[in-house]
């Protein structure tokens, strides 16, 4: 083999570990891009996971917009957690207060943490928590059961093509992540 050659094959080397580095590092940075290109978005149906300030700009009762909920356990999670109403309708713009019930069937402490998400995904920017159990992780005993609070509206500049907004959480539990 020439030197020349063994040159080649060095150069080609490098470029292609170069290359794999950089894949590594596209990777890992997916991640938080991702979170922040759905945020500016509202697209995957990601929520604010802050408290969303008090509408300002009015009701507007000329329309009704239907507001589902749904929730789902994360794999392994012996809780019951089930909103206790499916379905409201509401005007734009207009306060609403509805409440989940969950319940730790195991027998030992376990904290939740629920995860929101808004469908179709657009509709995301303008379903706006003003107090949601979401925000917090919901440490329940063994056998407890608790009703936790959700308020919120639909900002009035929802684009007038949505009139059913589907409210989705799933339920994780994060005992083992959870902050002592």
Not at 8 to 30: D, E, H, S
Not at 81 to 100: D, T, W
Not at 118 to 126: D, M, T
Not at 149 to 157: G, H, K, R, T
Request: charged share 20%; net charge negative; glycine share 4%.
């Amino acid at each position: 083999m020439t030197n020349a050659s063994q040159q080649n094959i060095q150069k080609t080397a490098k470029k292609l570990v170069l290359v794999v580095f950089a894949m590594f590092g596209f990777g890992f940075a997916m991640v938080p891009l991702y979170d922040v290109f759905c945020e500016i978005t509202g697209l995957n149906g990601k929520t604010a996971d802050t408290a969303a300030q008090v509408n300002d700009k009015g009701v507007d009762e000329s329309r009704l917009v239907t507001v589902q909920f749904i929730s789902h356990l994360a794999k392994g999670i012996p809780w019951q957690f089930e909103p206790m109403v499916r379905e409201i309708q509401v005007h734009p713009g207009e306060l609403k207060l509805v409440k989940f019930y969950a319940k730790n069937e195991s027998h030992s402490p376990i904290i939740g943490q629920a995860v929101p998400s808004v469908s179709p995904g657009q509709a995301a920017l303008y379903f706006q928590k003003i107090e949601c159990f979401c925000f917090n992780h919901q440490p329940l005993q063994a056998s407890e059961d608790v009703e936790m609070a959700l308020q919120f509206y639909v900002d009035p500049e929802l684009p007038d093509d949505i009139s059913t907004l589907t409210l989705s959480y799933t339920l994780y539990d994060v005992t083992a992540n959870a902050d002592s």
